[in-house]
């Protein structure tokens, strides 16, 4: 008995361990194959040591309990798990193939209980046929259900261990691997014969018990995680998985909610200033836990009746109500920024972080979610337009520029059809001679309404909307066009210079788009010069060089337009096809002979001269600043003190009177 009794308690903690191990682990496994294929060559060492039994004793009944080959069989699986379990927790790491197929391998082995397995243990324990044939079929459904039992419960341990919905307790782990050992040792005859069950009835009432116990566990943790689940989704829909905010969709709801009540308001947009330049310098995970400082910020300023969430990236959103709040909406924004005003600690590194604001009130500002929204952000711009790191409040004068720039954008993208945007030249003048050698074309709009509109008032429009890329292209072709007219006429090899914006350059297929120009118009590429700016050289470096190399390659100047009011290196200038250099009004302006500008604009010229670069001097309008170009050996000047740009009727008409010279007592200057 005592034998026996050895053997049953070696088996059960066998499989308990087992299962208590495959419980605590699971999330470890990965190769189901090389675990079944393992395991499986483990059940047949099993089978062989089963088979070397009867061998010896000649049939199962001359078996003995007490039978040293009996005690090896269970030594062998506890042997084995052990082994496996040492290997992982001494050495923690993860698990390859092979440790993973010796670590299941004796787990599986229990459970590969076939009937001829219970015939086996039914035979060792004395049971006679008669009852060994009611048996078996009890011993089979028994395993199935086990076996199944078994998978829910290692895959609701799984998923407890992979989503961290709570840390599970190793006693309750134990507890159910007790359980599910007991089901595993074969059909429970050695169990109940331990304990001197001599009623066969308690055989089954054991085995149900056990089953029931296992199916209570399963269907009671699926049912907590179900709720788990669902709580954890409704949390995801509603709020932001990085900060703990609400999220879009949540506060859209919200706004309607807001709305429709009628409560006065206040929507702010929060944007942080240049936060991509912090992601760049220090790492998407350093600016993630910057947007988790400053969401912890956002929820300590909250009161009773405000929300705060993050729309994406780097913005947030805030619903404030002055009402029973602790500040106004002014002292509110002020109150933010005087956060941001001090360096944010983030692992041991400082950084400063500033941001902009935007806000506008319900309902005197909108009526509607997408009125707010709306509002606010044009705010918002309207703070970084002004210098950023501050804030605007929503009013009537932004809201009659924002009204103004609306119809603008909205006749703009009819000016094109309506053939109300013209060309305008303005003569460059070849100092040596006084005479022109070319022109820069300049885009106009003759609004039906307004008159003239300036450029500056309305080429930023057109950058935002996109319509610069189609008004560009056709500036470019009118102008080709036009000078092509002009040389033919007059027998002269004007120059045309146009200006490419960003969104041109950086977009689309603009060398197709100025090939293409220059073949239908029939202008020689050589009197073709593409401006560009500093910044947009600078933009993408690797773009620009392709693009300027094959411009230049075909014989299209390139000029660097502003040149020294952007950002550079000098670099550029060697590395890039450039023909000619345009010096910036600014400095042009200033010029009186001596002083700093002076000695900025005697720099530009001994660069430009070193690297054989030609140089345009912009805003040229008095005698002496042409007295001072001539003095540096400037090669074009441009400017009011040769001529106003001019429409294409009236050039043509004082080029022809005037042979081509331009006087600085003109008319038309």
């Not at 829909?237 to 206040?266: I, M, W």
């Not at 947007?291 to 300590?300: D, G, T």
């Not at 994406?312 to 002020?334: M, N, R």
Request: one cysteine or more; a negative charge; charged letters at 20%.
């Amino acid at each position: 008995m005592s034998t026996e009794i050895l053997f049953i308690s070696i088996c059960i903690l066998m499989f308990s361990t087992s299962v208590f191990a495959l419980l605590k682990y699971s999330i470890l496994f990965r190769d189901i194959k090389a675990v079944a294929a393992n395991s499986a060559a483990a059940s047949a060492v099993v089978w062989v040591a089963i088979v070397l039994l009867v061998i010896k004793h000649g049939s199962y009944e001359n078996i003995q309990l007490h039978d040293s080959w009996y005690i090896i069989i269970s030594l062998f699986l506890f042997t084995n798990l052990a082994f496996a379990l040492v290997f992982y927790d001494l050495k923690n790491i993860q698990l390859e193939k092979n440790s993973t197929g010796y670590f299941l391998s004796s787990i599986i082995s229990g459970l590969f209980l076939t009937t001829i397995q219970c015939n086996f243990y039914l035979e060792m324990t004395g049971f006679n046929t008669y009852i060994l044939k009611d048996k078996l079929l009890f011993a089979v459904l028994h395993t199935i259900i086990t076996l199944f039992l078994m998978s829910r419960i290692l895959q609701q341990v799984r998923f407890d261990q992979l989503h961290a919905f709570e840390k599970i307790r190793n006693s309750s782990l134990v507890v159910i691997s007790l359980i599910c050992g007991c089901s595993l040792f074969g059909s429970m005859l050695t169990v109940t014969d331990a304990f001197s069950i001599s009623d066969y009835k308690g055989l089954f009432n054991l085995d149900y018990l056990m089953i029931t116990l296992l199916l209570v566990i399963t269907v009671a943790t699926g049912e907590r995680q179900y709720l788990n689940e669902r709580a954890k989704l409704n949390y995801l829909a509603y709020h932001d998985s990085l900060t703990g905010l609400y999220n879009r969709t949540y506060l859209q709801d919200l706004l309607k909610e807001k709305t429709v009540c009628g409560a006065p308001f206040h929507l702010l947009l929060l944007d942080l200033d240049y936060f991509k330049h912090i992601n760049d310098t220090h790492g998407h995970f350093f600016g993630d836990e910057i947007l988790k400082e400053v969401a912890e910020f956002l929820k300590s300023m909250l009161g009773s009746n405000d929300a705060a969430g993050r729309l994406g990236g780097d913005e947030f959103i805030i619903l404030f109500q002055e009402k029973g709040g602790a500040y106004s909406i002014q002292e509110f924004c002020a109150a933010i920024l005087e956060y941001f005003s001090q360096p944010l600690t983030i692992d041991g590194r400082q950084v400063t972080v500033t941001a902009s604001i935007g806000a506008c009130a319900f309902p005197a500002n909108g009526k509607t979610p997408a009125e707010l929204l709306v509002k606010a952000d044009i705010s918002m711009y309207k703070t970084k337009g002004n210098g950023r790191n501050s804030f605007t409040i929503f009013n009537e004068e932004i809201e009659k520029q924002y009204n103004g720039e609306i119809t603008l954008q909205s006749d703009l993208s009819k000016a094109l059809l309506n053939s109300e945007l013209e060309v305008y030249y303005q003569p460059m003048v070849n100092l040596k001679d006084q005479k022109v050698a070319g022109f820069e074309a300049l885009l106009r709009w003759n609004h039906p309404v307004r008159g003239l509109i300036s450029p500056a008032e309305f080429i930023p429009i057109a950058e935002d909307t996109g319509l610069i890329v189609p008004i560009g292209e056709w500036v470019a072709k009118e102008a080709c066009r036009q000078i092509h007219e002009w040389n033919l006429l007059m027998n002269r090899e004007f120059v045309v210079s146009i200006n490419l914006s960003l969104k041109q350059f950086s977009t689309g297929d603009i060398y197709g788009v100025m090939t293409e120009i220059i073949k239908e118009t029939g202008i020689p590429p050589s009197l073709v010069t593409i401006e560009i700016t500093e910044s947009m050289a600078m933009a993408n470096t690797e773009h620009t060089l392709s693009l300027l190399k094959k411009f230049r390659e075909d014989g299209i100047g390139i000029s660097i337009d502003d040149f020294g009011t952007g950002y550079s290196s000098l670099s550029y200038l060697k590395d890039f096809s450039i023909q000619s250099i345009k010096i910036d009004r600014s400095f042009i302006s200033s010029v009186n002979g001596s002083g700093k500008d002076d000695a900025i604009v005697k720099a530009i010229f001994s660069i430009a001269g070193n690297l054989g670069l030609e140089v345009v001097a912009e805003g040229v309008e008095l005698p002496q600043q042409e007295s001072f170009l001539l003095s540096q050996q400037c090669h074009y000047a441009q400017g009011y003190h040769y001529s106003k740009p001019l429409n294409s009727r009236d050039l043509l008409r004082y080029l022809q009177e005037s042979g081509g010279r331009l006087h600085p007592d003109a008319a038309f200057t």
